[in-house]
Nanobody, 126 residues
Framework: QVQLVESGGGLVQPGGSLRLSCAAS????????IGWFRQVPGKEREGVSC????????YYEDSVKGRFTISRDNAKNTVYLQMNSLKPEDTAIYYC???????????????????WGQGTQVTVSS
């Protein structure tokens, strides 16, 4: 059973940084994509950044390019999202997600992956 457990959310001031972690278990194939989505009340969930374990490529949503960095540690089955220069509009629940059919980064990030974590709240406010 695939399980994704997020951690690292919290309250941060504008301009600050946070690092989210997603510990994955039960992965049944080496070919998958994994990444981060976010959702605010009243809006659809959007793909923020994804990485492919198949080809190593990454995808970033336009509003986070240059500020967020996705990385992975395959030895720990953990994916990270380093978020710098945070803005109030980055406030959302951040979800880790994975898919074993959409195994490249952009297609997964613009679709609805099969596996989801429980989410972690990120609040950017002074």
């Amino acid at each position: 059973q695939v399980q994704l457990v997020e951690s690292g959310g919290g309250l941060v001031q504008p301009g600050g940084s946070l690092r989210l972690s997603c510990a994955a278990s039960g992965l049944f194939s080496d070919y998958y994509a994994i990444g981060w989505f976010r959702q605010v009340p009243g809006k659809e969930r959007e793909g923020v950044s994804c990485i492919s374990n198949y080809d190593g490529r990454t995808y970033y949503e336009d509003s986070v390019k240059g500020r967020f960095t996705i990385s992975r540690d395959n030895a720990k089955n953990t994916v990270y999202l380093q978020m710098n220069s945070l803005k109030p509009e980055d406030t959302a629940i951040y979800y880790c997600a994975a898919d074993f059919t959409l195994i490249t980064a952009q297609p997964m990030c613009v679709s609805i992956p099969d596996y989801w974590g429980q989410g972690t709240q990120v609040t950017v406010s002074s």
